[in-house]
């Protein structure tokens, strides 16, 4: 192998990392001629998930080995930094919506109209799609700790500026407050995956980095049920105004005593890593891998970009439904902004089962495709059901079939990742899954704008019409996805058997986000 990697391969012994080490992945060095991994000068390159660029030179030895075995140990404070990172991603994800979700309070306390009140929920995702490389290079660059004091920091900061906007008339204030919160939600869909990796054991990572996901679905759940209890859509604006005063100030406390115990608490990784995976992964160069050359690569995946397409317009009109939600619910059921907060929240719970269940599903069957379809069909059969029994006047009919859509539309998150693991692989998960974020929070924007102006001048239906040809759109397109055309997992699987190979393993770098 090149000296870039740093080890010396030698003959193999007892003791030595193998092929076939279950709950990591693995990178295997091809001795074939004439294979798609050589490059110009005759090398052989590696196959690594989420590192690029390494080459190995071919030797005519037919045994290789790797690093021996280290010391790997588990500690308990590896939940106490995944406690804190999630109610970080919890705190962030509630002021997302606690705007949206009262949506008229807001109008008649700022004088504003509607469209202003939603840029404050899309500021989010535009916030996002500009800033989401550079963090991520900041991350590989620096580590975990300095990215979650910094966004922790933003998300204190963001708040307090809030605090002073309790007024009318301090729309502006209470905006730059809310673009400050958004750029620590950049800082928050890139972490699970790699705080799982640096903290947690070979067969714990899944799980860390479902728990650290969780906690930004709470503090969606919570941000549809807290503040239309906290701020009462009351006629006097000083006792408004008062409300709401309340709701920035224990949002600014959490805020900040979340970020003291980041500071003080967390750290960057234990003194003995958790798994061969992370020992092999301390021992490699920031070099050794390239986040911008891996997104080259992807750009040029046809099936990966009908990927991109079609889980923007799912998740965007996901987004669009959030944060126009109180729009919707107070145009046919006037003075139910708590109940509006209650259909929000049953979309958030239903969709955290439906993602569930989806995922145990496909890790037994691994039938992407169809499953794939299956639910995004579904989705729009749930969007149509929504749109059509909105105004039948019974608010128990909107609980059912919101929770139904959003079991389906929530549903597809986890779906549309793992597809695009097997649509990428193997290019690293987390790059794969940062652009697909990137694609829902563009769709998120056009069709939050684009749908609140529709309700504006034709009504509710046809909003979610809107939305429902755009699903349809995106079901056709998964029906024309020739996933079998791609490179994937199960190939490279059987290949094995032909060459004779070796393996790194290393920690999987997949994190699905959530608004």
Request: glycine share 8%.
């Amino acid at each position: 192998m090149s000296s870039q990697l740093g080890y010396q391969l030698q003959d193999c012994a007892d003791g030595y990392v193998r092929s076939g080490e279950t709950g990591v992945k693995s990178v295997s060095l091809w001795r074939n001629t004439k294979s798609p991994g050589e490059d110009l000068n005759g090398r052989q390159r590696s196959t690594l998930p989420g590192i690029t660029g390494i080459d190995v030179e071919a030797r005519s030895s037919d045994t290789l080995a790797l690093v021996p075995l280290v010391q790997t140990k588990l500690y308990k404070r590896r939940w106490v930094m995944l406690f804190l990172f999630s109610i970080y991603s919890m705190s962030n994800a509630f002021m997302w919506l606690q705007y949206g979700i009262i949506n008229n309070v807001f109008m008649r306390f700022y004088n504003i109209d509607a469209f202003a009140v939603d840029c404050l929920s899309m500021i989010y995702m535009l916030t996002y799609t500009v800033l989401i490389v550079p963090v991520m290079w900041v991350l590989s660059s620096y580590g975990i700790r300095e990215i979650v004091v910094v966004g922790s920091a933003f998300n204190c900061i963001g708040a307090w500026i809030k605090t002073g906007t309790a007024r009318p008339g301090m729309f502006p204030v209470t905006f730059f407050g809310q673009f400050v919160c958004s750029v620590a939600s950049v800082y928050v869909l890139g972490i699970p995956s790699f705080l799982a990796s640096v903290w947690f054991g070979k067969h714990e990572v899944s799980m860390a980095c479902s728990i650290g996901v969780l906690g930004n679905q709470l503090g969606i759940a919570i941000g549809f049920l807290v503040p239309p209890i906290l701020v009462p859509n009351v006629e006097d604006l000083d006792k408004l105004a008062h409300h709401i005063s309340i709701m920035f100030y224990i949002t600014a406390g959490v805020a900040t005593l979340i970020f003291f115990l980041v500071i003080i608490v967390f750290q960057e990784k234990p003194e003995i890593p958790p798994s061969q995976a992370q020992a092999a992964m301390r021992n490699m160069s920031p070099q050794e891998y390239s986040y911008l050359a891996s997104i080259k690569r992807l750009i040029h995946n046809k099936s990966f970009i009908l990927l991109i397409i079609t889980y923007g317009l799912n998740v965007g009109s996901f987004y669009a439904v959030s944060t126009l939600l109180n729009r919707m619910i107070i145009d046919h059921y006037p003075g139910e902004e708590v109940n509006a907060g209650r259909i929000g929240l049953t979309i958030v719970i239903a969709g955290m089962v439906g993602s569930l269940i989806c995922g145990i599903w496909l890790d037994k069957s691994k039938t992407y495709k169809q499953t794939t379809l299956a639910v995004y069909f579904l989705t729009l059969v749930g969007m149509l059901i929504y749109a059509f029994t909105l105004d039948l006047g019974h608010l128990w009919v909107v609980f059912l079939t919101a929770g139904a859509l959003g079991f389906f539309m929530t549903g597809y998150l986890p779906l549309g990742f793992e597809f695009a693991v097997e649509l990428t692989y193997p290019e690293s998960e987390g790059t794969s899954s940062g652009l697909l974020n990137c694609s829902a929070q563009v769709f998120g924007i056009i069709f939050t704008i684009c749908q609140g102006k529709i309700i504006d001048y034709y009504g509710t239906l046809a909003g979610n019409i809107f939305l429902c040809i755009f699903l349809l759109i995106g079901t056709i397109m998964t029906v024309r996805k020739q996933a079998d055309k791609m490179p994937k997992q199960s190939d490279k699987q059987k290949k094995k058997k032909k060459h004779t190979s070796v393996t790194i393993p290393f920690p999987a770098l997949w994190q699905p986000s959530w608004p």
